[in-house]
Every structure is written in structure tokens, then in C-alpha cells.
């Protein structure tokens, strides 16, 4: 496997992790109260470092030392607790900076998720830690746990009603709660975790840092990830791309989804919806799997333990269901179809070699029925696995044994289990639900779980992370966007959108650009009927709501009468560069959108769905994030709702997508060419039909960026 480069990684978040000596401002001798808890998990959980409590009133707290004020302690403390509130805090940070603490933890809110007043005393805390060179975690968080060294300082309850275990786990949250919830159902399960982190309102210090400190240390073999927006997007960038590069998978579970949820993540409501799928795009990008609900972030964590993203060969879609219940083969089949990876067939020569393992009445066919005759022969399920092996006719196999008690050979199942998986280096899952036979599995190594939805909810899901980590970022080609036309307006008119886009390579409709009746009239003479007459100004982007739009002209008294009609709608608007622009009438078998954005903070942006007039009001979009090749498009352009019409119903031919494909390639390299000349490019509706000759652009708006506007 290729070595990942090395990164430095921020010290704070480093010191954070492993911190030689901690004080906390606030400490409470109650070890269930905020200032007193991290105090009780330091010396529960074995830490070996100096403990500091602060506390004026008290010269002793839970057994240690206590000191009056910070400028008290033997010598300045790596990393403080602010455990004190308000401006008590506040003033903590300074005393910190003042004592040369190299991280201060503020649990305290009130700052920036309160409001101007408190976003001002937030960056007012960060400028002076930053000038002390200090780092801050917070505020507003409830701290950083890690298992190996049993610096736990965090007062979250969790980590008092379950039982530590060190494993191969690594938590980063900006949320509190959600760097302890997922801890718990990962040791309900058995599973053991080292790190679990909260950024809070990240004033410094983000779930990015604390990506890179816990993707290098390399006992790490999984990464769960809760956020709700990315603070610093160059630094989660090279934390995804370290993690990539040395086989780390990130599993991430992103919330403000919901016009709800929306809200309560942040105050930027109408833009949330857009910076939702651009997080996706970002996800998908750099190989994190996103995931929609707290079940499925751990749910399939025991399969990528496994060290399945190790192994050089890639996984395929072939899962290969195996029972003794014929209820569960039908109920597998119909989950892995829901799934969106249905059961595929074996080829004539697996079939035949497996019949001769299988009773007479039993089928050869994916799911495959063991039925119960292997209660009376335990070599069944053996040489059942050793012939998909044989054959190489498994990606990953599921197993489900509703029934596997008295009589049944579990210990020697057990070793087939083991012997398909070092034989074929492919991922075994089973279900089953009777406690005594599945620990017998578990002991030995097996992926149990105890339904088998959830069985093959995770197989599917450790399969597709696996395609999307395998997937290598795409080589850029500069290329050299043509120049804007001069102008100081916002928009560019459709005329000059449509002759910008054809000068750049793009399949922009023939136009005529009118400025009398008459030149309407032999525009429709030109072109042929039927045309569309539309008005055409920069200073009015969006026309149908105005009426300028006429459509189906069919002679030249329609032209002369429609281009009157709109210039004295233009004229109602007092537009100073009014125009009409006739274009021939276009069908197509399908219309789409395909639309380029360049975001001050995630780069380029590329959507492309369903077109027309309603896509506000039914949105079927796909966004991908530059740079990207023709296989993301073709998989984005899948993702929609309207992909099953692509290969042609009721007698329609199949759709002709490659000219889309090249449409949403070329827009992506130039409005990154553009380095912010242009803020957006709109082609909505891009006509497609049966062959790629058949997509046009038939309408487009270029919005100007702040380097595309002329100076005057």
C-alpha cells in the first residue's frame, strides 16, 4: 500500500491527545459536578500525568493538591480546563495565556453560538490565545477522551456507566454528546475505542485538526465523524487525504438536513440546503462514507476491523446469500435488492459443482437454501464455501442461521467460516440470534450480528466504502477560459452567455439578437418555424416571470407582433440595453440542468439533474465538487430519480448522455479556470435526445464574480 505523506500536525491537538500535565480552572471536590468530573475520569482512568486543580476556596479536591490561581502551579501546565463560566471564563483564557498553558479546554458556553455580543468575546479569547501562541479547544465543549493514556478530562456521563476498553476506534464530533453516544453502542457491541473528541464551537482548533492528530497514530484502523459544517476545509482536505493514503476509513454522519435541523445547525437557513450536498460532494470526493442515522455510523464498524481495506484486491457487488431457513434466503434477496445491490446468478459451472453439494431438493441459486438437511450432514456447509471459493463466485458472502442448536456442528462451521476468509481474503457476515451459537462465532472471529437486516446493511455498506475509497482523484488539465465581455452589471444577457459558452467549446443554440421588428421577422425566416422570442437584457437574468418569453412563433407576423410586445415589456422594466433574442425551437426527449458554482470555501461546484421550469419546486439534482472525470458524472446523473428513463421507455430510444457528461466537465475546468471571474454559470434547459449531436444548450446565465466585474 502506498505510505502516506508525512504532515505536521497541529500541536495543539497533539498536546490535546496526550497532554503531560493538566489543570483545571473550576475544580470541584463533588466528582459528578462539571469542575469535578474530568478530575474523577483522570484518576479512574489511570492517567499518569500532573493533575492541577484550581480552586481558591479549597487546598485539597478529590485527594490532590489544590492550588489558589493558575500562576500557583509548580510549573505552567500543558493543557487547562475552563470549568468556570461567563466572563470568569474569559478571564481564565488570559490567565492561561499569561501562564504559558499551550491548550486551554473552555467547556463554558455563552460565546458564539449566543449572538453577536458572545461571537465578539469568542474571537476576542482566540486573539489572545493566538498571541500567547495557545491553542483553544471550545468553547462551549465538553472535552477530549483518550483510553490508551486514560487522559479522559471530559464530564460527559457516559464514560461513567460504561466500561473503557482501548481499541482501534477514533471518535472526532463537534458535538459533545455525539463523541460519547457512538462510544456507547461501539462497547455495548464489544468494540473498543481510544479516542473520542469534541470541538464544540470550534473558536480554534476543528474536527479537522483532530482528524490528522488521530489518523497518525497507526493502531487506528477506523474513523467516525460527526459534524454538522466544515470550519476549515484546506485542513479537512488534508486530513481526508492522509487518512485515504494510509488506508484509513472515515465514516461520517453529517445532520442539518432538514429544513429542522437546518435551523438548529446554523443561522444561514436559506444556503444550508446547497452546503449540505456540497459536504456530500466533498465526502465523496476524498472516499468518506456518509451515513444517515447514529445505527448505521457504527452498525458495520466490526466489518472494517476485519482490515478488509488492506487488502489489494478491490471488493465486487457479488454477495453470495447462504441459510438453513428458506424464509431467510427470500427475506436476504429482497433486503440486498433494497439495498441497491441485488443477489446476482452463478455461472453454469458453479451451479453444477454446487448442486453436487446440495441435497437433491435443495437449489443451486443465489440465495442458496441449505435447507435442514444440514442438521444430518455438518460437511454441507464446508464444502458449500470451499466451491464459491473454488470458483470465485463470492465477493462477500452473508450467512444467516436461525437455526444452529443442539446437533449442529457449530465448532467446525467456525473453521469453514475461517478457512473461506484466509482462502479468499473476502468478507464474511452472519446473522444469527441465538445467543449461545453466536458467541461460539464471535470467540472465533466471526461478524455476528443479531439481525439480518443489519448483517447485510453493513456488508453493503463496507462494500461501497470500498469502491469509493479505491477511487483515485482525477488529473487536472489547466485550460484557459475565454475572456468576459466588458460590463459592470452583475449577469451577463442570455446573447452574451450563450456566445461565451459557445466560444468556450460548448453545444450553446444559433441566436439572433434583434433590435427591430423586422430583424424578427427574417431572424424566423432564417431559422425556419417555430422560434422563441424572448427578451434579452443583463439587467433582467430571470425573464418568464415578466412575460418575455413567447414560444412557438410560427410566421412573420408573429415574430413582428411578439417582439413589440416584449420590448414594451422590457421598456416597463426601464432596462437601458433592451433587446429581443429569437433562437429556433428546440425538442428534446429530455431537458436537464447543468449549473457551475464557485464557492469562496469549497471551490467548484457542478450540479446537474432534472431541467426545466419546476426545478425549484421538484428538485432532482446531483452535486459534484471539481475536479471530477466522466465516470463521477455518469454516477451522479444515476443518482437521480429520473435515471430509469435514460435507457428509453415506451418506445423511446435511449438517451444520449455523453454530450452531458462533457457539458458538466467543461463547466467545472472553466469556472475553476476563472480563479472567481465568474461566480456561476446556469445552462437550464440542456436539451438531450436519442444521440450526443442532439444536446443544445437552449438558455444560459453567467453571473460575474467580484475579479469578472469591470473597474471604473
Not at 49 to 65: F, T
Not at 281 to 286: D, E, G, S, V
Request: glycine share 8%.
Amino acid at each position: 500500500m502506498t505510505q502516506p505523506a508525512k504532515h505536521v500536525v497541529r500541536e495543539g491537538a497533539q498536546i490535546a491527545l496526550a497532554p503531560r500535565s493538566i489543570a483545571i480552572i473550576g475544580a470541584s471536590d463533588n466528582p459528578e459536578k462539571i469542575g469535578g468530573r474530568p478530575i474523577k475520569y483522570l484518576q479512574r482512568f489511570g492517567y499518569r500525568g500532573r493533575i492541577d486543580p484550581i480552586n481558591p476556596n479549597r487546598s485539597e479536591i478529590q485527594g490532590l493538591k489544590a492550588y489558589a490561581d493558575l500562576s500557583a502551579t509548580p510549573d505552567a501546565p500543558e493543557l487547562a480546563i475552563v470549568a468556570v463560566p461567563g466572563q470568569a471564563a474569559f478571564d481564565a483564557v488570559r490567565a492561561c495565556a499569561v501562564r504559558g498553558v499551550k491548550v486551554a479546554v473552555v467547556i463554558a458556553s455563552g460565546f458564539g453560538e449566543m449572538g453577536a455580543e458572545g461571537k465578539q468575546q469568542q474571537a476576542e479569547m482566540v486573539r489572545i490565545a493566538r498571541a500567547a501562541g495557545m491553542r483553544l479547544i471550545g468553547p462551549n465543549v465538553q472535552g477530549v477522551a483518550n483510553f490508551a493514556s486514560g487522559a479522559v478530562f471530559n464530564f460527559n456521563t457516559t464514560f461513567s456507566e460504561t466500561t473503557p476498553l482501548d481499541g482501534p476506534i477514533a471518535i472526532v464530533s463537534q458535538s459533545g454528546a455525539m463523541s460519547a453516544l457512538p462510544y456507547a453502542h461501539l462497547r455495548t457491541a464489544g468494540l473498543g475505542v481510544r479516542y473520542a473528541c469534541s470541538t464544540g464551537n470550534e473558536a480554534d482548533l476543528t474536527v479537522a485538526d483532530f482528524m490528522l492528530a488521530v489518523a497518525q497514530d497507526p493502531e487506528i484502523k477506523l474513523l467516525l465523524l460527526y459534524l454538522e459544517a466544515i470550519a476549515d476545509v484546506p485542513r479537512f482536505e488534508q486530513a481526508a487525504r492522509f487518512a485515504r493514503a494510509r488506508g484509513l476509513p472515515i465514516v461520517a454522519l453529517k445532520s442539518g438536513v432538514s429544513p429542522r435541523g437546518m435551523q438548529a445547525a446554523t443561522s444561514h437557513t436559506g444556503a444550508l440546503a446547497t452546503e449540505d450536498r456540497t459536504v456530500a460532494a466533498l465526502f465523496r470526493q476524498h472516499g468518506i462514507l456518509r451515513v444517515e442515522d447514529v445505527r448505521a455510523f457504527v452498525n458495520a464498524a466490526p466489518l472494517y476491523l476485519q482490515g478488509w481495506h488492506a487488502q489489494a484486491r478491490p471488493l465486487g457487488q457479488r454477495i453470495v446469500a447462504v441459510s438453513n431457513s428458506g424464509a431467510s434466503c427470500v427475506m436476504a434477496a429482497d433486503t440486498a435488492h433494497r439495498l441497491g445491490m441485488p443477489l446476482g446468478d452463478f455461472d453454469v459451472a458453479t451451479r453444477a459443482d454446487l448442486a453436487k453439494v446440495l441435497p437433491e431438493f435443495g437449489a443451486a441459486a443465489n440465495p442458496i437454501d441449505l435447507t435442514a438437511a444440514l442438521l444430518n450432514n455438518n460437511r454441507m456447509f464446508g464444502d458449500l464455501l470451499n466451491t464459491l471459493a473454488q470458483h470465485d463466485a463470492a465477493d462477500a458472502v452473508y450467512i444467516s442461521l436461525p437455526a444452529s442448536g443442539a446437533g449442529y456442528d457449530l465448532p467446525r462451521y467456525l473453521d469453514d467460516c475461517i478457512t473461506f476468509v484466509r482462502q479468499t481474503a473476502r468478507p464474511l457476515v452472519m446473522a444469527n440470534p441465538l445467543a449461545a451459537s453466536a458467541k461460539v462465532f464471535r470467540d472465533g472471529g466471526v461478524v455476528v450480528f443479531d439481525h439480518e437486516v443489519a448483517a447485510l446493511e453493513a456488508l453493503v455498506q463496507l462494500i461501497k466504502h470500498d469502491a469509493l475509497l479505491r477511487r483515485a482523484e482525477p488529473p487536472v488539465t489547466p485550460i484557459q477560459a475565454p475572456a468576459l465581455p466588458a460590463g459592470d452589471a452583475r449577469y451577463l444577457s442570455e446573447s452574451d452567455s450563450l456566445n461565451w459558452l459557445h466560444a468556450a467549446g460548448l453545444p450553446a443554440i444559433e441566436h439572433v439578437l434583434c433590435r427591430h421588428a423586422e430583424d424578427a421577422a427574417q431572424a424566423l425566416q432564417r431559422f425556419g418555424a417555430p422560434v422563441v422570442i424572448k427578451g434579452c437584457s443583463a439587467h433582467v437574468p430571470h425573464k418568464s416571470e415578466y412575460g418575455l418569453v413567447k414560444l412557438g412563433i410560427q410566421n412573420a407576423a408573429a415574430a413582428r407582433e411578439a417582439f413589440t410586445a416584449v420590448m414594451q415589456g422590457l421598456a416597463q422594466l426601464n432596462v437601458p440595453d433592451a433587446a429581443v433574442l429569437v433562437a429556433p425551437m428546440r425538442k428534446a426527449q429530455r431537458e436537464f440542468v447543468v449549473g457551475a458554482r464557485f464557492d469562496p470555501r469549497f471551490g467548484t461546484l457542478v450540479m446537474l439533474g432534472d431541467g426545466g421550469k419546476y426545478i425549484e419546486a421538484l428538485p432532482d439534482i446531483a452535486l459534484l465538487r471539481w475536479p471530477f472525470d466522466a465516470q463521477a458524472v455518469e454516477e451522479a446523473l444515476h443518482s437521480l430519480r429520473i435515471a430509469p428513463l435514460f435507457a428509453g421507455v415506451r418506445g423511446e430510444p435511449p438517451l444520449a448522455l455523453e454530450g452531458l457528461v462533457h457539458i458538466a466537465l467543461q463547466l467545472g475546468a472553466l469556472l475553476d479556470a476563472a480563479k472567481g471571474g465568474i461566480a456561476s454559470i446556469d445552462a437550464n434547459p440542456v436539451m438531450v435526445g436519442a444521440s450526443r449531436a442532439d444536446t443544445v444548450i437552449v438558455d444560459a446565465l453567467i453571473e460575474r464574480g467580484t475579479h469578472g466585474l469591470s473597474m471604473r
